[in-house]
């Protein structure tokens, strides 16, 4: 029968000197470790990996599973292993051996490793105490008691040495979170522990047999039913205790329909491949059929999904086997049962490898497109920024000169494209050299940002202002004739006459010009519509400041008065 550090960071000293030693320091450690490692044979590097629980590069580790009844008292652990345990044990013992006596599975081991890789260390010497009387009463009437005790230790020593394998005495919890966790749980669980156990094992067996079998034969069904126990039952119990970040919609409708008929598409197969209701001298009939059913599982489910079709799968083949029928018949009754073990085992690894890996690669692709939304994030906000700097003043937060002759050639071109109207305002502060010299070029620099305030908040949304250079504003009214933009700046120069603008407790009157210029149909293109609008403005403080003088009538009279 078979049975069964974060090392804390040091706080780096403020002085120069002694961050740079610590550098030198760490430089060096970097060095002499990778010699250490360089000179190691690969094979001892590959067993150091496997061995060594790290987290992987991408964060896929148990910090970010969370974990069913975790917060239950030991008690109440130690209880539900223990009865988990003898459930296991006892179903196996009085319903799922062959005519032969042999059990092609032991799958009370995985309820006690479940419970030891999801656990805290601490409270495993209560699960390990807990499944001594399970085992004791499951193995009445077979077993003597010591007998019963002897199994019950050996199958208490395998999970332990599982458990450390794969935990260690201060890991976290072992959930089967990606496929190297996956790799190391067939090496060290399946493949070591299982086999350690099966020496002790068979050597009990042999003692108490009366028959012909050989201890090896024993020690190879030992470790086979107690690798495909850990297979099988620890993943299923890890795959619905452990609730990691589902990826895919569990509770949808679909979901819920395409679950259902997996399990009754596994059921049919079952009957059909296992059942016994077709003659397979007849028809072929082979176990490659269910193959694809732990795949389908895997792929849509995850590893409860791979876990528990494979389980059921494993059902039907054993229920098969009981009845001493099998697909291996043609060998005789121990051959059977290992082939049926060696068929299981690889539909239940594969699937689970799998599952596992599929989960590994969501979770990486959900992780990479997370990344990539910040990234992308991260640039448009940094573009925006750049945008920002490239064409606003950073003194007014008004567009600069750049900015504002792109946009206003565009719209000159619009505008003399359909014959609208468009009108420049160019504003200028009165003595602002004086304003500096006097009071200071900070206060100068309050002066331009109150000015530029006024004229964004006299502007329409579509209006541009702009900071031309120094002391000089320029706005661009869209759609504007020359008498309303003459009526805008003159709004405009009111507002800037009324600020009440102090320094040193003291109040300041500030002033400005403006000139006012409209396309005119023999404007070639924006250029000389500023250089009328700047013309006017010449003619408001040569004419005393603190005016508005528009353009049309007045250039052209000053250009003939100078003439």
Known sequence: MAHTSFV????????????????????????????????????????????????????????????????LPVFWVALLTALGYFFAAYVVVNYALTPEGIAIVWPPNGVLLAALLLRPQREWVWYLAAIIPAELIADYPHFTVLQALAFALINAGEALLAALLLRGRRGPPFTLSSLRDTMRFGLWAVGLASMAAAVLGAWVHVSISTGPTTYWTFWQIWWFGDALGLLLVTPFIIGWVVRKSRLLPINSPQRILEAIALVVATCAMGLIVYGGFIDRSHVPVSAILTLPLPIWAGVRFGLRGAASITMLITAFAIAEATRGDSLFRVFNELTVAILLQEYVATLAFSSLVLATLLRELRERSATLEQRVNERTRELIETNARLETLATTDALTGLFNRGYFMRRAVKTFAQSNRHQSNMSVVMLDVDHFKHINDTWGHDFGDTVLQRIANTCKQALREADIAARYGGEEFVLMLPDTPASDAEITAERIRRAIADLQLTCNGEIIPVSASLGVAERMPEDVDIRALLIRADTALYIAKKSGRNRVVCAEGVVNSEITSQV
């Open 8 to 71: 804390l960071l040091r706080r780096v000293a403020a002085q120069q000197l002694n961050i740079e030693h610590r550098k030198n320091q760490l430089t060096q450690n970097a060095i002499l470790a990778y010699r250490g490692v360089a000179r190691k044979p690969a094979y001892q590097n590959l067993l150091y990996a496997l061995c060594m629980h790290t987290p992987s590069p991408d964060g896929l580790d148990s910090d970010r599973a969370s974990i069913i009844g975790a917060g």
